[in-house]
């Protein structure tokens, strides 16, 4: 059985219609790309690649761009997770985490969504420095830091209900000893209608 995210939180956005579709939304995460093909066959299609980039996946879009990359911070702050994100991290349910959500955007447009779960205690020593990340990307983070090893892929199907949502998802969790953080990835299909630049 898949495990879903329905309580995800809408974060505040600016006025434009654009931007106020670009929320995330329900998912339901699939262990691996063949189990959530069976129920949409869309994860066999452009999107393909990106479902199932390993190492860095900020590198990858950087490597797609043309002209240039950047993230947009849209919330980032303590709060709760949703439950099965609590539950996936094996954290108390009331218990508060850092929770970071951007936008990676590709020459001039969003291509990923991407929410982040820090529970306290990866916040620890030299982890206070994942409060400060500013629009720097976590990945670049991460991937410099060899202590950090990412998990399985995980393939999530969205479930829209606003035009613009992304429909799937890739998610990992990131272990560094006892601790381990959440980075989920919403693709946006502005990203696999091209071909990915290899």
């Known amino acids: 059985m898949p495990s879903r995210d329905s309580d995800i939180g809408q974060p505040p956005t600016n006025d434009h219609t654009r931007a106020a579709t670009l929320t995330i939304p329900a998912t339901e995460w699939y262990r691996s790309l063949a189990a959530a093909g069976l129920r949409n066959p869309q994860v066999h299609g452009p999107a393909r690649y990106w479902l199932q980039v390993e190492g860095s996946f900020t590198r990858a ?59 306290l205690a990866c916040l620890e020593g030299r982890g206070r420095r994942l409060r400060h990340l500013g629009n720097r990307p976590l990945g670049a983070y991460l991937f410099s830091n060899p202590d950090w090893l990412r998990g399985p892929l995980e393939t999530g199907l969205c479930h829209r209900t606003q035009p613009g949502q992304p429909e799937l998802a890739r998610r990992s969790v990131f272990r560094f000893g006892p601790r381990a953080l959440l980075v989920g990835e919403y693709l946006l299909p502005e990203l696999y209608r091209q071909a990915p630049a290899l």
């Open 61 to 119: 879009l950087q490597s797609q761009c043309s002209r240039s990359f950047h993230v947009e911070v849209q919330h980032e702050g303590f709060a709760r997770p949703t439950r099965e994100e609590a539950r996936h991290l094996a954290i108390p349910a009331r218990q508060v985490a850092w929770i970071r959500e951007v936008r990676l955007c590709g020459d001039g447009q969003p291509w990923v969504l991407a929410r982040t779960i820090i529970p």
